[in-house]
């Protein structure tokens, strides 16, 4: 036992969905185990352990870990339950990874799920803050975002328009995944012309609300290379999640993005990211964050992300595609969405992503958001890791 | 398994309503026992895990009130929502993995701040169980009946858990709910949920528990007295309460036999010397240790009317107290994994088991033992 | 098959007794006192956080001197909502629009989160000095102050 390498031998995912009436939670989750299951060739019997995630109050059951087992195959089984917030997803991904990587266990399961159909989501983001201090004038997640998003534009000058072209890309991309929930093509005008949510966060700028689940199943390198052909190796993970006052938070950089991405990168000697690394897959709430924390993460020097998104280089097709699945923009089932981003990664790793692939994967980085703005990353890759 | 040793414990007093405190106040005072217990400053923490609950915190994402206070802010962290035991388990295989050399684990809650009928009412299904009203001690007043049934064990059985427990508190500083109290005390307390006595139930408390878990190579840097981690597993039952037998807890049973089976135990009635248990009610004391192969199925009764989990017996349990004298929730695992530590090193004073150089902790999340961890935690190697 | 339903959770709530603490506490009674603000400075890096709190989360360390901050500062950053969203406090809607942001009070290292008065809006930028205006009956919340108005 001890140190293993990991790789994801398979995902899946439901199609995500603003309202699923036609099942419950259990059944949410179910349908992606079983879309993971079929992907990896195994059966649930062949899963040693589950890690779940999801936010309590969006569903409001307490002890989902236990509450699942019906839906999640956790029955006479190890089961345990991860929560972050909007960085659950890929908080659950790396807690997958650890599972893995300690010996104990062969091959896991990985669950993030949420039916934000069922409760007002902005009040439960907004239960998220110190209830002393912060929650009394919080005034949710989209002017949080909003009150960055301004920080930014003042010291750089960025524009409206920069945060729609952002916009436009993901809802473009997201025509090629049928997971995703909207699929429809807009123009910067449609952004523009959509109703100001919170200054300057207009209404196409913002991710939907989502019922959704994805499951990801990960095995050591010990069977890993005897159960699927393609795999997507774990290069490395991290998660900062600095703050515990919003108003500490350094408005207009997202220094957790910074310390992660430069922690990855370090691991796995990555030395030039915009070249290394051949797509990403952003937790990306709102369209301003496409700008901001790609100068976080070094693709491009600190105000030039603007100039970069508009080259065409983040498209399909450019020098580096973000969000060939659409994004969050185009899907947000909170638990999932940090879980999602990684399953498409891995798929873009594995050459399984079908008409939204990026040719030659190597390197792929997917990320998780959330909390009092912070930052999870997992690097995949297409090589076994050499350390 | 892969060396790894718990190498610094730190715990607040458990209260009854610590409301001069907030949740970080207690993490910050735990924490920082832990590190000088271990004698390591925060700069040699390499990751945390903090374990919280959103509904019993009455906060989405709990763990962000606890970030500072735990040594967070530029360090890879992560959440578990479970019993503090669940927390540990994921720490301790982040140090397995290879990525980090040291974990602080924290687990924290305030059962003073709600009500907790209704945090517990909100585990049961939505569609299907919530609007009957029940909570956990519904839910284990029912498991209770069951389990007694089947064993014969009764009322007057039960209640003796009682009394040793609240007897062993005496000798336990941290304790809320050091009694001395008689078989007679626990029977005459008001009658909660048939067939539990209010003496059969553990009490509302707050407090917070921190742990630091090392790697081989680190376990022996800081300190001579790290308490190695033998063998640990958990498991989870089936949700429904219907869906099980609930005499019996199998997957405590499955989650032990793997702990047991790493930790290379083969007789655990006469290997194990010392043990902490989840006894959130008396019954279950003598169930969870049926279903741990302490003793045998149904036998537990007996043994305890012959002073076997006494203190000076052949098995002590809960010579700290137990949850019967106080249980705040998420914290209560860890606080068991952290006496067990105590009795490894000699360290827990007047309610020292002597010559302890083996024990097993356990921690439980869910309704009425749905789901357990089980760590065995030695004095050698 | 028949439709598919849905169970309203109705009324169900979770009432719940927020522990201030002492750093708050002592806070929140000099604001409702004597409208001052309260902040602590890090015995090791002199940072002044508002709100006051036990540890510097970059330090590690204990802070222990208060010391009094604003009531005067600058906007850090803002927005203006526009949409209308249920306040989880009150299960009402809060009217829109009104404005919201991260004050730097003056000798305060961190941001303070409130409402800015939008009567305005043209004045609302950061870096706008701004200050606050109190309620008449005080009853030791962060709504004791009402808002920030900005000064001209
Ligand atoms: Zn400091």
């Known amino acids: 036992m001890g140190k293993k390498r990991v790789a994801i031998i398979g995902t899946g995912q439901t199609y995500h969905k603003s309202h699923r009436p036609d099942v419950n939670g259990q059944e949410l989750i179910h349908e992606a185990v079983s879309s993971a299951l079929c992907d990896a060739d195994l059966t649930i019997a062949d899963i040693d352990a589950i890690v779940i995630g999801n936010m309590d109050h969006f569903e409001g059951i307490n002890y989902v870990d236990c509450w699942s087992v019906d839906g999640s195959g956790g029955v006479m089984k190890p089961i345990i339950k991860l929560t972050t917030g909007g960085t659950t997803g890929s908080t659950i991904a790396i ?84 997971h995703a929930q909207l699929r429809k093509e807009v123009t910067i005008e449609d952004v523009l012309a959509s109703p100001m949510l919170a200054d300057p966060i207009h209404l196409l700028d913002v991710c939907p609300r989502t019922d959704g689940a994805c499951a990801v199943i990960m095995a050591n ?138 040719p030659d994967v190597n390197f792929a980085i997917s990320t998780g958001f959330g909390g009092c703005m912070w930052t999870d990353m997992i690097l995949h890759g297409q090589k076994k890791p050499d350390f | 398994m ?83 035991t669940f927390g540990a388990f994921y720490g301790l295989t982040r140090v397995l993995s290879g990525s980090y050399g040291t974990t602080l684990v924290t687990a924290h809650s305030k059962g003073s701040e709600s009500i907790s009928s209704l945090i517990t009412n909100a585990a049961f299904d939505p569609i299907y169980d919530r609007s009957l009203g029940m909570d956990m001690i519904t839910a284990c007043a029912m498991q209770a009946t069951a389990y007694m049934y089947r064993t014969g064990t009764t009322s007057k059985q039960i209640a003796q858990v009682s009394v040793k427990n609240h007897g062993n508190a005496k000798n336990n500083p941290m304790s809320q709910l050091p009694m001395d109290i008689t078989v007679e005390d626990v029977l005459n307390s008001e009658m909660i949920s048939d067939p539990l006595h209010k003496l059969d139930c ?63 135990i083969n007789n655990p009635k006469d290997e194990i010397q010392v043990a902490e248990l989840y006894d959130a009610f008396t019954y279950q004391e003598l169930m969870w240790l049926e279903a741990m192969g302490l003793c045998d199925d149904g036998k537990g009764s007996e043994l305890l009317e012959n002073k076997y989990f006494d203190i000076g017996g052949k098995l002590p349990v809960n010579p700290s107290g137990g949850l019967l004298s106080g249980h705040p929730v998420i914290a209560a695992g860890l606080i068991r994994i952290a006496e067990i530590v105590k009795q490894l090193r000699g360290e827990a004073g007047k309610y020292q088991v002597h010559g302890a150089k083996l024990g097993v902790a356990q921690g439980v999340n869910g309704l009425a033992g749905q789901s357990h961890c089980v760590w065995v935690l030695g004095k050698e190697k | 098959m028949s439709e598919n339903m849905v169970i309203d959770s109705g009324n169900a709530r979770q009432p719940f007794n ?62 203006i909502l526009r949409y209308a969203f249920i306040d989880p406090e009150t299960g009402e809607q809060k009217p829109v629009p009104y404005g919201y942001g991260f004050i730097r009070l003056d000798g305060a290292d961190t941001l303070f989160q409130h409402y800015i008065n939008i009567s305005d809006e043209n004045k609302v930028k950061i870096g706008a000095i701004v200050e606050p205006v109190f309620a008449e009956n005080r009853k030791g919340t962060i709504r004791d102050i009402l808002h920030f108005n900005i000064v001209d």
């Open chain 1, 221 to 358: 390198e010990d069977v890993a290379p005897k159960l699927a052909s393609k795999l997507d190796w774990i290069w490395a993970t991290s998660s900062r999640h600095k703050y515990t006052y919003i108003g500490d938070v350094n408005w207009g950089e997202l220094d957790s993005m910074y310390n992660a991405s430069r922690e990855i990168y370090k691991k796995a000697g990555i030395k030039e990211p915009n070249k290394e690394i051949s797509v990403i897959e952003l937790y990306q709430p709102y369209s301003f964050a496409g700008i901001i924390w790609i100068e976080d993460m070094g693709i491009v020097p600190r105000g030039k992300g603007a100039e970069y998104i508009w080259s065409g280089a983040t498209d399909m097709g450019g020098e580096l595609p973000i969000n060939p699945s659409g994004g969050v923009i185009a899907c947000n089932p909170i638990g999932a969405t940090g879980l999602i981003r990684c399953a498409e990664a891995a798929m873009q790793v594995m050459g399984k992503a079908d008409i939204r692939q990026v």
């Open chain 3, 18 to 79: 927020y522990s201030v603490g002492l750093y708050g506490s002592k806070f929140f009674k000099e604001l409702k006192e004597n409208k001052r603000f309260l902040g602590v400075k890090c015995p090791k890096c002199s940072k002044v956080y508002i709100p006051p709190r036990k540890v510097c989360g970059e330090c590690f360390i204990e802070t222990r001197e208060f010391v009094e901050v604003g009531p005067r500062g600058k906007i850090g950053s803002f927005t």
């Open chain 2, 202 to 264: 553990s009490p509302v408390s707050d407090g917070c528990c921190a742990i630091i878990i090392a790697n081989k190579d680190r376990a022996l840097k800081y300190n001579d007295k790290p308490v190695w981690i033998k063998g640990v597993s958990f498991c989870s039952d089936s949700y429904f309460l219907g869906d099980r037998d609930l005499s019996k807890a199998a997957s405590l049973t499955k989650a032990t036999n793997a702990a047991y089976k790493m930790a290379g």
């Open chain 2, 2 to 84: 892969e060396n790894a040793a718990i190498i610094g414990i730190g715990m607040t007093k458990i209260e009854a309503n610590k409301v001069r405190e907030t949740f970080a106040d207690m993490v910050w005072e735990a924490v920082n026992k832990a590190l000088n217990d271990a004698q390591m400053t925060i700069n040699d923490i390499d990751n945390i895990i903090t374990t919280s609950n959103d509904f019993w915190d009455g906060r989405t994402i709990s763990c962000m009130a606890v970030g500072d206070a735990s040594g967070a802010r530029n360090k890879n962290v992560s959440c578990v929502e479970g019993d503090g």
């Open chain 1, 95 to 178: 807690g997958g990874y650890h599972l893995v990587a300690s010996g104990l266990f062969e091959k896991v399961l990985v669950i993030g799920w949420e039916k934000n159909s069922e409760s007002d989501t902005t009040g439960a983001i907004t239960t998220a803050f110190d209830p002393v201090w912060d929650r009394l004038v919080f005034a949710g997640a989209i002017s949080g975002l909003a009150v960055e998003a301004q920080a930014y534009m003042a010291r750089y000058g960025a524009t409206d328009r920069d945060g729609a072209r952002v916009s436009v890309r993901d809802r473009k991309h997201a025509c090629n995944n049928p």
